[in-house]
Structures are given as C-alpha cells and as structure tokens.
C-alpha cells in the first residue's frame, strides 16, 4: 500500500520546511527577523477588520460557488481604475490565489502537459504542478542579467506539442523584477502565434517603484482570449491569512471550467469576501503610502547588500522579494547554521533558500531570496546579523 | 487553443447548477422552499459568531499550513470524546471538508488510478475525481434495499489492479444511510486483505437518529494505517460558509504528502479557524437538541413523502438527506418545471435532481435528494406544494 507518486514527489514548501527550526529557536528565546515569507507587517486596513467584527449574519452559511457578486464587482471596479475593462462575469473569486493557480492549471492542461514558467519562480507552482500533474518548463534566468526575459527564439525553443501556457509573474516573486512593454509583447506575440494561453500571477501589482507602472497581460488585446490572470488580496491589503483570491479571463469556456471546478468545492470563505469587498471601497488612493513604505525598505535592504562582499543582487523594481547569490555553496545549509547555530545579541534571521524556486535540478543552490516585509529599522538591524551570519559561516562551515 | 480534456469535461454542480432559475424565481417574487441544497437554517452558535466579532489581531497573517495547533487539538479532543484515540498529529486543518477530500484523492491515486465509491454518492466526489484524474468505479445500490451495501463478493468484484481505495461516506450524503458495524467490518476487512486505502467521509457523525450511534471506520484497529477521514465544520456547527475541515490519518506518510499539498495552498482562513476552536469548546452536549430537531423533520418529511401515490423512499438513520424515487422520468426536467412553471399560492419547491449522484450513465434518472434543512412548517406546506407540483408535472409535461 504506497500512496500516490505525486504524494510522493509534492515539493515540500521551501518557505515553510524550515519553520520548525524557526519555532526551535524562538521557544528558546531568541528574536527572529523573518525575511522568509511574504507575511507583510504593515498593519490589515481597519475597514477590513470592522468589516470582519460587523460581521451579523444570524447563519454562516454557503455564498455562491463564483463568489458574491458584489465582491466580484468590486474586483473589476479596480482593474477598470487601471483603465482595463472588466466585468464581475469575467471574475471568479477563490480560495486565495492559491486556487486561482489550481483551477487554472487544471483548465489549461491534462497529466503530462506543460507550462512554460521563467525560473526561479513562486515555488507553489511546483505544488500545484505536481496535484495536477503538469509539467513545468523553466526557462532559466540569471540575476547577472537582472532577471529579465530572453529572446523569443529562446522562449520558443521550449514549446513542445505538450506546452499549453506561459506563465509570467509580475512583479516578479522571488526576483523582484517587473517585466517591461517590450518583453510582455515578446510573449504575447509568441502565445498568439503559437496558440498558447498566457497566465499572469500580478498579485504584486501595487509594489512596483521608482516612478514605474505596471503593466498587465490583460491590456493586449491581441490575447484577449487567452489569458487568464490569478489574482489575490493577501499582498495588497496585508491580509494573508483571508485566503481570498480570484481567476479573472474573458474566455468563457475558460470561464466555464474554473467555475465548474469552484462548484466542487462549494465556495470561498463569507467572511473575508465581506471584508474583501470593504477593502476595494477604500480606493486606489490607499496604495501610495505602502508603496512608498515598501520603496524605502527595498532601498535599504538593497545598500545594505550590497556592501556585502560577494553578494551578488540587483536592485528589483516591484513586490517585496529579493534574490540574492551568496559566495556560498549551500544556502540550505546556511538557512539552517542562522537558525540552529548563530546568534548575534541573542537574535538571528530567517531567509528562505532558493534552490525550491527552481525546477532545474542544481539551479539555486548558492541563492536566496529576502522578503522585505519588516519596517526599516528591522531590516538594518537584520542586516547586521545577516552579514556576521555570513561571514561566520563561511568561516566555519564552508571553510 | 483548446482547454484540457479534465476542463470540458468536470461536471456542472447538479445541486448548484439550477441556481440561476431559483435566482429568477425569486426575482419575480416568487418564495422558493429550498430542499436542494444541505445549508442548513439551525442558526450558527453563538460561540462561533462571537470569535468572529471578537477577532482582534492588527494584521491577519497566514497561520501554519497544517492550521492552528490549538484547532488541530480540539479536533482530535471532540473524537476522543467518541472514543477514539487520535491527537492533533494526526490532524491537519482543510479549507473545508472539500480540500481534505482533493488532498486526500492526490494521495491515494495517480490519474488513471481507481477509487470505489457506492453510488448515489456526493455529487462533489466527480469534480475532485476530475480534478484530480481519478476514475470513480461506483457500486450502485438501490432506494428498495435501503441503500445498503452489497456482499463482500460484489464489492471485491469492483477491485482491479488500478484500485487504490474504496470510499464510505456514512451518515451518508444524499441517502441518510448509516453504515452498521457489519457493513463497515466488510470493508474494512476487504481494504486489509486487498491493500486498499479506506477513506470515510463522516461529516455528518452527530446527525443519526433512533438512538443509534455513529461508527467510525477510525475505530478499526487492523486498518489504523489505511483510513484517512475527511471531516468538516460545515454542517456539524451550521456554519457552511467558515470552510474549515479536516483531513484525519495516523498513516504517517499520507500524513505528510497531505502536508506537502497543504504547504502549496499556504493555510486555511485564520478567523474561521479561531472560531472552529470555540464552537469545539461547546462540547458535544451541543448536539443532542440539534439531532433532536433533525430527527423531527426527518419525520415529517418521510412521512409526507410517504403518503404521496408513486413515491419511493426508505426511511433513513442519519444526515439530513433523503433520496427518493418519482413516479417520472426525468427529474431534471421537474426540478426546472417547478422553478420555472409551477406556483401554488405564489410559492415552489427546488429539490435537487439525483443522476448527478451517480457516475453510472442513466442512473438516478427518476429519483431526487431532498435535504431537511428548513423547520417543521416550511417542509410541510413544501409538502403540499411539492405534491401538487408533482401531480401538475405528471398530468401536463410527462402525461
């Protein structure tokens, strides 16, 4: 009696399999800067919380398997402030983006068939990947080259008569890297030409800096019907732990399927899509000061990398993630010397290892990435335990 | 660009599919008794919507993919109360009763791999199979035998070298069914001898009546290792809305492979998870007037359907599920009649048409699930309405 083959090869979460050591440390009393997981410290906007405390209903009961129209409205109300049309028929709401990544995936493939995803990439594409029994492609990038896309050519070389999808995620989880006009033409073109569906992650969509825009897969009309974006509210009202997401395309049959899907499942939870729908009322305006809060913590935890020696980083321009490559050989290893065995002032930090953000065996191994979700002063502080964390290691360990 | 074959193909939610013409009905003014659909009218306990109300975090972060340690002991402290020895390693946290069921097919079977289930079963059961790509070997039984189960014989009949497990949903969803101690020793003693794994799907547990008490396919000491349980919040608290289940196995390697999925998906929703923890602090004295009101509206719904010329139903032990036999020959066809057709007094009865509770090809045709979730009165005068509507349809549609 052995359980399945995908149970067996599921990825375990490369952000997550490290808690243990994590909660070791902190119940022996040590301070933990956590620079692992996107779990934001900016405060959950208080029309959420009044939202989820007003909460009346005599009968927490089933909402509709789409979920409720009102929330669905208000997730096309905000896209069409970034002057994209949409409608709530064009919305699903799901179970965190999480969802939204499953139900897509199973919409666009059968076992054995591809996607093609630029690595390193959010790691939970490999969970889901491996529950539906898709294929990821990577399609290797370099933080030399600051993570940006390749020549079609190059992109085209991985298309097999297997490949239903691009995926691209922007900004970019775990680089940082917001993909520019021309290289979102560059696969825009490609899945038209070559009959593929395009699947934007732009969960991050508000964290982009430096005076840029972003700009969303959904603007090009010449793939209207194949693309397909997941969306979520974890990042960008700080409330992670709702679990509200959502699939958004204009392709019906597309449309059709993730519904079919979501009534398997019933509905998400009431709720938080309640406090989702009080979180769109509060309008574009509420993004500015977090982004200009999330700027100045990219820009000081980029400096304080930088004067690192061989620490190789670029400065990304959106989300709140950093890849970084060590002069080390195993940050596995490393992860685990920060959290078992180094202490500075009786505290230590916690990245995650990014070999898990690369499906290319191998790929990673000497890299990191560095969620800048603490304030600025826990950053600097974390920094200075990073950086004698390093050099202890290598000095002791890689030695 | 076509979708997957998985896509086209999953099942349209037969109770939620003929939502839009009950929506319709209701726009016109029209008052819909619905039996379609087990969202039950018993009011959410006070506990539960005080949690809510009560949340009190500043940032409503992710919580550990497995769930809170503290509803993980609840979960196994409410089965020690039945007896049964489990603690919360045993427990990992669900986004409903539903995710516990994908987790748990993803880990038993690769696509192409079988699972037996009796039929009519949960409808939902076909859109997880698709998902997942299992194939769902149903055994059929009949409303004439009580639904109860067939010879070991029969059973074993079913296996073949792709079945990886057989599932027994007990109080069973749409029959009522309750399992005896002998059924269950069937099975139990077929997945031992046959190296099956043994899933049950015991959301209902509080919900039988007669005085009979639920058995757990938990209990049986020589397949400790085989069970994996799905459980859910949904309808033993009345709060179908709060998706939180469970998925429950001392199979240490199922365990973790249900972990590693769960990882990908992040956590469960925090609040509801705060809120489960204070509807198990309740106790189980909570069950006793809600099984007691269940058992009362069984009577009155068995009794109605009973007394009306053609129909056949067996009274059932537990859930608050009935499935029943028309004297008709499509009973989708009656379902949209009465939504879209037929009105006494300005009211009608959505039921839920059957044949999508079976993967057998032409079964359940000619029988309906209703669910008694509304009081007393309401599923009288339903009665009254459904009796006439079933008359009209049978005079005037299938005459």
Redesign the interface.
Known sequence: ?E??????T????PI??F?PYADAALKAGVKVYFLN?G??????PKP??DA????N?????????QGFLELRQAIAGYFNGYKIPLTAENVIIT??G??AI?FTF??????G?EIIIPEPFYT?Y???A????LKIVPLTLRVEDGYRLPSAKEIEAKITPRT?AILLCSPNNPTGTVYSAEELERVVAICAKR???LIGDEVYKEFVYDGLTHKSILEYEQVK??VIVVDSISKRF??????IGAAITRNE??YQ??L??A??????????QRAAIAAYKMGLGYFEPVRKEYQRRRDVLYEGLRSIPGVVVQKPQGAFYMSVRLPIKDSEKFVLFMLNDFRLGNETVMVAPESGFYSTPGKGLDEIRMAYVLNEEDIKRALVIFKAGLERYKSTVEK
Request: aromatic letters at 6%; proline letters at 7%.
């Open positions: 009696m359980i399945s083959h995908r149970g067996q599921v990825q375990a979460s997550r399999k808690k997981i779990d934001p410290d900016i405060l959950t959420i919380l989820v405390r007003g909460f209903d005599p009968i927490l009961s089933y909402g509709p398997a179970v965190g999480s969802e499953l199973a919409t666009v493939g059968d076992p068939d939970n490999n969970g889901y491996s529950l539906a029994n239903k009959g593929l569906f019907d194949r700080s409330c992670c732990g709702a679990r049959t597309v399927s993730i079919r899907f009534q398997a499942r019933l509905c998400p939870p009431s709720i938080e």
